[in-house]
């Protein structure tokens, strides 16, 4: 796992040579967004926008992400819509292990 934080430069750079690679956005202290690595969000970050504001954390193993991600207090709080299937049972597992679900 790789980890930038106001790098966008080598941020864009890894999901460009790793575009089946996947990331985490630190939305806030404890909280994650999961992203595959070539889902627009990466790079529709227009010029002056700056993608790793929020820490990414990048790996070619999603599973790493996920279960990094939902340890030590830390919880992924949603699956992109955009570049990965939010309803695929082994996405919903990693919502589930929230220790606070939350019903939206
Ligand atoms: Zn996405």
Not at 16 to 26: I, K, P, V
Not at 57 to 73: H, M, T
């Amino acid at each position: 796992m790789i980890n930038f934080q106001e790098q966008d430069g080598e941020f864009r750079k890894w999901c460009e040579q790793y575009s089946n690679g996947f990331y985490l956005t630190q939305k806030s202290h404890s909280k994650f967004v999961l992203h595959k690595a070539d889902c627009h969000h990466a790079g529709s970050l227009s010029i002056g926008s700056s993608p790793t504001k929020h820490a990414k954390y990048c790996s070619l193993d999603r599973e790493e992400l996920v279960r990094w991600g939902s340890s030590e207090g830390r919880e992924i709080v949603k699956i992109c819509g955009s570049c990965l299937n939010p309803r695929e049972p082994s996405l919903t597992f990693a919502l589930q292990l929230r220790p606070n679900p939350v019903r939206e």
